[in-house]
């Protein structure tokens, strides 16, 4: 498997460092410091603020659907 681009993951996390470090937690001084090609671990902490915005994305889906549903 390949390993992921620094641009890239800024680009799925919200298109601007800020919003990066904001998903993974961290300051954007700390997403400035990775190196272009990203390590194994900080592919992981990507990936997993990946999945809890697409978590959260499905959960707010869910409530939205279930209130539209009791008014109807």
Same mark, same amino acid.
């Given at each position: ?5 620094? &641009? ?5 996390? #919200? #298109?601007? +460092?800020?919003?990066? =470090?904001?998903?993974?937690? +961290?300051? &954007?001084?700390?997403?400035?410091? $990775?190196?272009?090609? /990203? ?6 902490? +990507?990936?997993?603020? /990946? $999945?809890?915005?697409?978590?959260? %994305?499905? %959960?707010?889906?869910?409530? +939205?659907? =279930?209130?539209?549903? =009791? &008014?109807?």
């Amino acid at each position: 498997m390949l390993g992921m681009k620094k &641009s890239d993951a800024i680009c799925l996390l #919200g #298109g601007s +460092v800020a919003k990066a =470090a904001e998903a993974i937690g +961290v300051n &954007s001084q700390a997403i400035s410091q $990775w190196p272009e090609d /990203l390590p194994a671990r900080l592919t992981d902490r +990507v990936q997993a603020a /990946l $999945w809890r915005m697409h978590h959260a %994305q499905r %959960q707010e889906s869910a409530a +939205v659907e =279930a209130s539209e549903g =009791a &008014s109807a």
